[in-house]
């Protein structure tokens, strides 16, 4: 939906009610487009893994009971560290509690036991 037609549905509402309204029209907007990507997926050719994965994730996007499922799996959502990264030809830096990790090439490798602010990329 669009900026000016979202005005005119909204514009006649109080500004609180104006506010939840548009964050529904928003959400409907965007489960629209995950609805249709999930199409697009599940429409996916190739027999290849890129093919199966690209269906899997379809067929995922299109069943809502099994999305909450998989996104309340704590063991699918992936523990990033937090702080700002830093990136270089080894691959993204980030500061953990008492110490550095590194992640690269799907990984997460543990390179420091001493914490600190990264400054920079590895010389």
Same mark, same amino acid.
């Given at each position: 939906?669009? %900026?000016? $037609?979202?005005?005119?549905? !909204? ?5 609180? /009610?104006?506010? /939840?309204?548009?964050?529904?029209? +928003? $959400?409907?907007?965007? *489960? +629209?487009?995950? $609805?249709?990507?999930? %199409?697009?997926?599940?429409?996916? =050719? ?7 994965? *690209?269906?899997?994730?379809? %067929?995922?996007?299109?069943?809502? +009971?099994?999305?909450?499922? $998989?996104?309340?799996? !704590?063991? %699918?959502?992936?523990?990033? =560290? ?14 953990? @509690? ?8 799907? +990984?997460?490798?543990?390179?420091? *036991?001493? @914490? ?8």
């Amino acid at each position: 939906m669009g %900026r000016s $037609a979202l005005s005119c549905v !909204t514009g006649r509402f109080q500004p609180v /009610h104006r506010q /939840h309204l548009e964050l529904f029209l +928003e $959400a409907l907007a965007l *489960s +629209e487009r995950l $609805a249709r990507l999930g %199409r697009q997926l599940a429409a996916a =050719p190739g027999a290849g893994v890129q093919g199966d994965w *690209s269906r899997g994730l379809g %067929r995922l996007l299109a069943d809502r +009971e099994a999305l909450d499922k $998989a996104a309340a799996d !704590t063991r %699918r959502v992936p523990r990033i =560290p937090q702080g700002m990264p830093i990136a270089d030809v080894h691959g993204l830096w980030f500061p953990a @509690g008492n110490g550095l990790v590194l992640y690269a090439n799907g +990984e997460w490798y543990p390179m420091s *036991s001493i @914490g600190g602010q990264l400054a920079g990329q590895c010389a």
